[in-house]
């Protein structure tokens, strides 16, 4: 029975949600009487490969979750359940992404909306996630441009498809939102985070397929760019760093306490401390303890990082950089040796042949 309910779950992605209900149903039963779902019936162990990867994934083991989504596509190119492959390439694409190796999730991602396309047309979930997936790779590359058009793309299906208050549609928001943040356009990202933070935590939906956590962190550094000023720093921080402790308690529960999407909500942590010393003519004591909270949350980011992406890529190097911020806005002059190693190793996370001025 764990199959059907599976199959079940993946042909929601593929039909519009106010297609005829029976339609779906009228698939299913055909599919379950055919020679086709009795043989994978008896061979389980084909739909057990797509629940490793998960399980691998949601530990961040990333490389055996790409062996295992490899080995169930495989499986399911020759069975031809199209729904399924559309689904596995969305997930290794996205896995892809994480290890920050954009041009293989690009390659990905072009053949299956072109797939999707053919298969199922424009008005399927399938769609909207891989629309979100192209909108994150042109991220990646700094093309918000780009990246805009694929996430209004995705919105405008999903509000198709589901009611206004669907969390997919939140999702869509935050991604609207990141858009306008990157473009520092303050008032506009925070109406489109505020949107999608508000649904969201109304409609909560918890689904491996889409990173929920982005919504909350959208929200909290729209929240941050639009209410900073000197006159009221140390509370709109504050009130930031209480945003992402509740993110970091999503992240925790729903990946475990070593993933990137919690090391990135402790590198948004670190960043807070970082903002407020900027400028610091406060207390000497005051200023160690955000010195070392700043510290302790980016040292907890660059362990998590390091570790699961192998001391290499952007995210760890941007993480080295800002941890030299820190020193370099903390002590000034006398950081210098600790904020030029930190650099140093920066610069080294993104090219290994590079070696340390001592």
Known sequence: MKQISYFIMVLSYAFPQNMN?????????????????AFALNH????????????????????????????????????????????????KARIYLLKEERDSAFSILKVNHSFIKNKFGERSELFAMCNDLLGDCYMSHSDAFTAVSYYRKSLVIRKTIYKETHPRIAFSYSNIARYYSFKMEK???????????????KNYESNFDIPYERIHMEYAYAYKIFYMRPDSLSQTLEEVRNLYLKTLNFTNKNYGHMSLASAAVYRSIGNTYTDILLGFTGNIDLKIYFFNQGIINYNKSIKITSTILQNKGSALSTLLFVKGLLYEYAFKNDSAHASLELYDRAIQSLVPSYKFNK
């Open 21 to 37: 209900r029976q339609l779906p149903i009228t698939v299913l039963m055909y599919f379950l009487l055919s020679s086709q779902f």
């Open 44 to 91: 389980n162990d084909q739909t057990q490969l797509l629940s490793k990867a998960e399980k691998f994934f949601l530990k961040s083991e990333l490389d055996s979750a790409l062996k295992y989504l490899s080995l169930a596509e495989a499986h399911y190119k020759n069975t031809g359940h199209d729904s399924l492959i559309a689904l596995i390439a969305n997930r």
């Open 187 to 201: 008032d506009s990202a925070l109406y489109f985070a505020k949107i999608a933070y508000s649904s969201f935590l």
